[in-house]
């Protein structure tokens, strides 16, 4: 099976009980955004602009669990901010699996092999040593680190265990140049990669998340599939950028860019997923076919934002993930005053301005499972989608270049910094206005390979990276 049988009946369960009872709307994946506080600062991202207000609030444990309750989705995307800083992500996560709801820990991985050096720690035993060899041998963790793990833990507090509930779901934007750039940070793939490899060791489920700009090079993306595929990846999350209005403020007050340079249009979106169904059948990509029809360009769906809804510091955040017109008590409430009607695109049109580019998989892929726009022959589809046979670990995926960049401290985001001080000194090297000159973000462009280092030096020398 592509994904685990107990995953898909639970889910399959929930959309017969609603449909039999003639729900109108319903939620499937809870997202969860207990604090709003991030340790980096991804391009693109706007909740830490949204919310700049109260990143330092947090959602008591007690209401986290009272929301996946409220609204019963089988699944919970935990997400944010960075949702391993939040102070009691150990109890909310065994809270939500006493629940029985399957849980999804969407990380950009920086906290992610602390958080297992803790579960090693917990399970401590002289068998464990064989493990800790391992991981040794690999250079996962340190001298240091067994000698931590050996004393054991014994305060009383859950752990983060392998369950075949839980999933890992780590943020990569494409390989190390790439993804490093978004997030605005050097080594965080490689940290995400060396704690992908843990997590496999220790026997956690793991999943990746990527988001697509206009700027991504949809053959480095199928590479990274190959990479991450290759290292034991469990599935993907894959969904197009969309230019919503906190991270379009950010990009033009922060960066001094234009959103329309950054994000995705609807036939830029259809462009760059030209190949996703082939992607679909290479790789285990999360999500159902008729989303995948969708954002090819093969089909129109109805936007169903209901069926994901987003519960954080303030509340139930509506329409939408992204847009946010208010925020609610619960999620009933929700699901009653909001004028559906109002939102999405359809036979074309765009009921909403702001609604015009979005094809994001929290819209759109309940869309396909619920039966919105039902085609004949959608539901063999899913079917044989689910229930058929998962894809191999990719072969070659070790001769993917995936570590393309430079190190921490000598790279090209500190490359970037000292081309925008250029840029900015009195001597000139600006648009005529006195601004620093910005211009390709990613510099790996379109080029039929990956920049060589003397390509990444000259590719950011017209970065504007602001920390």
């Not at 685990?4 to 109108?24: Q, S, W």
């Not at 994946?29 to 207000?53: A, D, F, K, W």
């Not at 093969?298 to 303030?314: E, H, Q, S």
């Not at 009921?351 to 039902?374: I, K, Q, W």
Request: with cysteine.
């Amino acid at each position: 099976m592509r994904f685990p049988l107990a995953l898909t009946v639970k889910i399959a369960r929930h959309i017969i009980k609603h449909k039999l009872r003639k729900t109108p709307k319903f939620a499937l994946v809870l997202q969860l955004e207990p604090l709003h506080t991030c340790n980096l600062t991804c391009t693109g991202c706007g909740r830490i602009r949204e919310y700049s207000t109260s990143l330092k609030d947090i959602v008591p444990l007690e209401k986290c669990l009272a929301a996946a309750e409220e609204c019963e989705a089988p699944m919970v995307s935990i997400c944010g901010g960075e949702p391993l800083i939040y102070p009691k992500i150990e109890e909310l996560v065994d809270g939500l699996l006493h629940q029985g709801r399957i849980v999804y820990v969407c990380t950009n991985a920086v906290f992610m092999r602390k958080k297992m050096k803790e579960y090693l720690a917990a399970i401590y035993t002289p068998e464990t040593e064989a493990l800790l060899k391992k991981l040794l041998d690999a250079k996962l963790i340190s001298d240091k680190d067994a000698e931590t793990i050996r004393k054991g833990r014994n305060d009383g507090r859950p752990v983060i265990r392998p369950s075949k509930w839980m999933y890992w779901n780590v943020h990569v934007d494409g390989l190390e140049y790439t993804h490093d750039l978004i997030v605005e940070r050097e080594g965080v793939f490689k940290e995400a990669v060396e704690a992908i490899k843990m997590a496999k060791v220790l026997g956690y489920q793991v999943a990746t998340n990527t988001t697509v700009y206009k700027e991504t090079d949809v053959r480095e993306i199928e590479e990274m599939f190959k990479f991450f595929s290759w290292l034991g990846c469990d599935g993907h999350t894959i969904s197009p950028g969309y230019d919503y209005d906190a991270a379009k403020k950010d990009m033009m007050k922060r960066l001094g860019r234009k959103s329309e340079d950054f994000f995705l249009t609807r036939r830029m979106t259809i462009e760059k997923f030209a190949q996703i169904q082939d992607w679909g059948r290479a790789f285990t990509i999360f999500g159902t076919p008729v989303y995948q029809e969708f954002l090819s360009g093969k089909r129109d769906l109805t936007c169903t934002a209901w069926a994901i809804p987003t519960y954080n510091v303030r509340g139930w955040k509506a329409p939408c993930y992204l847009m946010t017109d208010g925020h609610y008590a619960g999620y009933q409430e929700m699901l009653t005053k909001v004028n559906w009607e109002k939102y999405g695109v359809v036979n074309g049109v765009a009921r909403d301005p702001r609604c015009e580019n979005c094809m994001v998989h929290c819209g759109y892929d309940p869309s396909g499972a619920l039966g919105t726009n039902f085609q004949r022959g959608d539901n063999w589809k899913n079917f044989r989608y689910n229930f058929g046979a998962k894809p191999k670990p990719y072969p070659e995926g070790h001769r993917v270049n995936a570590f393309n960049g430079f190190s921490v401290g000598k790279g090209h985001l500190a490359v970037a910094k000292a081309a925008v001080q250029r840029a900015s000194a009195p001597a000139g090297g600006n648009n005529g206005d006195g601004k620093p000159h910005v211009g390709t973000f990613c510099g790996a462009g379109d080029s039929d390979a990956p920049p060589t280092p003397a390509g990444q030096a000259r590719g950011t020398a017209d970065v504007a990276v602001e920390r």
